[in-house]
């Protein structure tokens, strides 16, 4: 069976512009992760959802960070308004519930020139 | 807040040489503690894990053993290969229902034939 997947594998954008990041966990799979992994760092939690809500935000770091899950499979995180520090991967993991064993996707490489 | 701490990288051995790669914690409560384990060009994957004091996780050759008394989740394997060159990372999970992993800053291992 296919594994978390994630789009666009690389994004290259200019500051102060809208992206998306895309996120397909496992089927069937309940509760999706968002983490943050910047060069030279191990990721860092930003949001997790239990089915279609976002159980624990806490970790976005402002307002520009938003992330929706509206059918409870797909997610999609959304950062408006780009800075050059937002450049990281962005690592999306799932599991078939919460407190199973996380799976990770690939990532998606976003640059901010 | 949760913190993990693990030796810097990158650590080079010979192939068939004793591997140790140290991790310590800071936590609330009783964390479950993890390996994760990030081969070239691939995601994150679970290595291994350990729930409560004095578990031993292992996987594929790799140990460890949650030590509550020195806070530590150290990594062991007895005889490295080439294709364990890899980034480790040692991560937690807060106990008490929280989902979100903890990681250190990873472990850049490269092993020479």
């Known amino acids: 069976g296919a594994g978390v997947s994630q789009t666009p594998s690389n994004k290259v954008t200019e500051k102060g512009k809208y992206v998306e990041l895309r996120c397909d966990p496992i089927?069937?799979?309940?509760?999706l992760y968002w983490y943050r992994q910047s060069l030279g760092q191990g990721p860092e939690f930003l949001i997790y959802?239990?089915?279609?809500?976002?159980?624990?935000d806490s970790g976005l770091p402002n307002d520009r960070f938003f992330a929706v899950r509206p059918e409870g499979s797909v997610s999609t995180l959304k950062i408006q308004r780009t800075e050059r520090g937002d450049s990281a991967v962005y690592l999306c993991?799932?599991?078939?519930?919460?407190?199973?064993?996380?799976?990770f996707g690939p990532g998606t490489r976003l640059t901010v020139l | 807040g949760d913190s993990v701490t693990q030796m810097e990288g990158p650590v080079t051995l010979s192939e068939e040489a004793f591997l140790t790669i140290n991790c310590t914690y800071t936590?609330?409560?009783?964390?479950?503690l993890f390996w994760y384990v990030q081969y070239p060009g691939e995601g994150l994957q679970l290595l291994l894990k350990a729930t409560k004091a004095d578990d031993k996780g292992s996987n594929k050759g790799f140990e460890a053993t949650y030590r509550k008394e020195t806070t530590s989740f150290h990594l062991e394997k007895g005889s490295v290969q080439v294709s364990d060159s890899a980034v480790y990372f040692c991560a937690l999970i807060r106990s008490g229902g929280y989902q979100k992993v903890t990681f250190g800053t990873g472990t850049k291992l490269q092993v020479i034939p």
């Open positions: 993991a799932s599991s078939f519930s919460l407190g199973g064993e996380q799976f």
């Open positions: 959802f239990q089915g279609t809500g976002a159980a624990d």
């Open positions: 936590a609330t409560g009783y964390p479950s």
């Open positions: 089927s069937g799979h309940t509760a």
